[in-house]
């Protein structure tokens, strides 16, 4: 079996209160007795997408298993490549491939740049493609941070991925893909999305909190939390903690 934790939307800004909610997520995997075999970010990580806030993002990821971190509107790409990834300073799309036990995991891009709206621009889909095709039928997640779907909350509806229907053209063509995973609504949650499971992780800084539950739409206080995505048998569930 394949355990891939998930955890979203940090919003690291330099204040102790959104460092220990990130940390006790962090924490709680890194003293799992059987750790996951990788943990995935989808974005939202840097609040501000200044330089201390990735330093911080890198002392964080500092863990036994691989983290695979992606953008989300919130980050900046440059200092997100330069401090969190090391590698050379680059404006086009953070896509990165891997592989995670029995799966190929596709991190991409959805964000465009000066912008909260998301898309997967022509670049991540054709790199997509490519990928899709080159792991040749192994069971695949691709991990972005704008859900393709509405949610029905009006904030977090506000700046949705602007191009599902390319992303499913997509998927029409590769039925190995199991999962679409992303993050930036602030609520665990769980929809499908092109005959595929599409889950959204929590944040671990604040929850979003419907009109039907309160006027106010972040709540501060209810715990972090994460996903733990359990492949095996050619099916993928998907747990979620709250860490109070
Ligand atoms: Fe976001």
Do not use: C
């Amino acid at each position: 079996m394949t355990i891939l934790a998930h955890v979203s939307d940090l919003h690291l800004d330099g204040t102790d209160r959104a460092h220990r909610r990130a940390e006790r997520v962090f924490a709680y995997l890194r003293d799992l007795p059987a750790p996951p075999e990788a943990v995935l970010v989808t974005g939202d990580i840097a609040d501000h997408g200044t330089a201390s806030e990735y330093e911080a993002a890198r002392k964080l990821f500092d863990l036994p298993f691989p983290v695979l971190a992606g953008p989300g509107n919130h980050d900046a790409r440059e200092v997100f490549r330069t401090v969190l990834l090391g590698e050379a300073a680059s404006p086009g799309p953070i896509n990165s491939a891997h592989r995670v036990g029995d799966l190929a995991v596709l991190m991409a891009d959805s964000t465009i740049p000066g912008e909260d709206d998301g898309n997967l621009a022509s670049e991540t889909l054709e790199w997509l493609e490519s990928q899709l095709s080159a792991v040749d039928g192994r069971p695949t997640v691709i991990a972005f941070h704008h859900p393709p779907v509405l949610t029905h909350h009006p904030l977090a509806d506000r700046w949705p991925l602007l191009n599902p229907g390319e992303l499913a053209s997509l998927l029409q063509a590769h039925p190995h893909v199991v999962a679409v995973l992303t993050g930036h609504a602030h609520t665990a949650a769980a929809a499908s999305f092109a005959g595929r499971p599409l889950i959204i992780a929590p944040a671990t800084t604040w929850t979003l909190q419907f009109p039907f539950e309160s006027a106010e739409p972040g709540n501060p206080d209810l715990p972090p939390g994460l996903a733990l995505h359990l492949y095996t048998g050619g099916h993928l569930i998907t747990h979620f903690r709250h860490l109070p």
